[in-house]
């Protein structure tokens, strides 16, 4: 069971957790925020303290394999991740690795195998992990995988192991935040609850956790729009992408993430920016079903049904798939996010490099059977 500290300071915090359990030597993955305020508490003057940000926004298996190396040698007692979801991804994955393989005798061949292969081993628990999150959207502070790219192609690690001890939610951590980066991870907040909510797993607590998280979303996401949230709705935002992210734990996303992870990666786009392009179109293929291929076991009539339950929660009672998709779209323009993916450079790469890439498991998770057709129209499309 995850704990969730709610604080305005996070340095306090983890301070009486620190001395609670006699901490001693500590490991911090951190992001530029992170990074910057423990150097300006003095947290990289202290020999029993590692401060780890040599990584990038989406860790390869060479940041991975290069961060158990360094991790394993130190050998701590508590590690930490500070930052967004790409910080608290590699911290969780590192943290499970390290305690569970030798790098040495393990090369970086074998472990991207093993992890392709979906074989790799959790049989010892690593040392306990604080997850601080310094964005509002990715939840990855509440879910047991980790995201990490081989040859540019996303792969996940899933296990409960890598599921942090402790979380602690700050709003201060996003107050200087530009309203473009909160615009982008919240929209990513916004499509995990609604996949949540359509996904083949989903079950009547992710049905709890998405349903809420929307609601919040939906009644603060425009004041991002107006400038800098105030204190109050940066938490109410953070409580939501961690509802989202315990709701995703469940269920595991959908279509629009199996198609973001290529777009991320080949056309620079930032992930929830990535999610939110190709979203609204799947709640007009996700109710078409009457001549679809369906994957949810529960049948059409429940596929029907959790989308109406879906439509009146995101726009009124009686909406439809088209005015759904219209209205997520507004919310991008209204957020400044771009809805057209050839003003992104899509002609540049193709449309082919992007299905090679999609994450099958993902798209396997949707409830009606997505084809290459399919993507074709809708990476083509304008809005």
């Known amino acids: 069971m995850q704990e969730v500290i709610k604080t305005r300071s996070f340095l306090d915090s983890l301070n009486e957790i620190i001395k609670k359990n006699d901490y001693c030597k500590i490991f911090f993955f951190t992001g530029s925020i992170g990074h910057k305020i423990l150097k300006a508490s003095d947290y990289d003057k202290n020999s029993n303290y590692f401060i780890y940000s040599d990584f990038k926004n989406d860790p390869s298996l060479d940041d991975v394999y290069k961060a158990v190396k360094i991790l394993s040698n130190f050998e701590p007692d508590l590690v930490i991740g500070i930052g967004g979801g790409s910080t608290i991804d590699i911290a969780k994955q590192v943290n499970c690795l390290s305690s569970n393989y030798n790098i040495d005798k393990i090369s970086k061949d074998l472990l991207a195998k093993h992890i392709i292969d979906k074989d790799l081993l959790f049989q010892k628990n690593p040392p306990p992990m604080i997850a601080i999150p310094t964005t509002a959207g990715t939840g990855s502070e509440a879910t047991q995988f ?110 629009p993430h199996a198609l973001s992870y290529p777009l991320s990666m080949h056309l620079k786009i930032p992930h929830g920016h990535a999610v939110a392009l190709t979203l609204p179109n799947f709640f007009i293929i996700n109710s078409s079903i009457e001549n679809s291929k369906i994957n949810d076991s529960r049948g059409k009539a429940y596929i029907k049904e959790r989308m109406e339950y879906i439509f009146e929660l995101f726009l009124e009672k009686g909406a439809t798939a088209k005015q759904c998709r219209n209205e997520f779209y507004n919310l991008m323009k209204i957020l400044n996010l771009e809805t057209d993916l050839n003003k992104l450079r899509i002609k540049e790469i193709g449309v082919r490099i992007i299905l090679d890439d999609i994450n099958q498991d993902r798209l396997a998770n949707n409830p009606v059977s997505i084809s290459d057709e399919d993507i074709n129209k809708i990476l083509t499309i304008t809005s």
């Open 146 to 255: 980790s995201v990490i790219y081989i040859n540019k192609v996303k792969y996940s690690i899933d296990n409960k192991c890598l599921l942090p001890k402790q979380i602690i939610l700050d709003p201060q951590l996003l107050v200087d935040i530009e309203p473009g980066l909160i615009a982008t991870t919240i929209m990513d907040a916004l499509s995990q609850s609604i996949e949540s909510l359509w996904s083949i797993k989903s079950n009547n607590e992710s049905t709890e956790y998405a349903t809420h998280a929307l609601l919040i979303i939906k009644k603060n996401i425009k004041k991002i729009a107006k400038g800098y949230p105030d204190i109050d709705t940066i938490q109410e935002l953070m409580d939501a992408a961690h509802l989202a992210g315990k709701a995703i734990n469940i269920t595991r996303t959908t279509a």
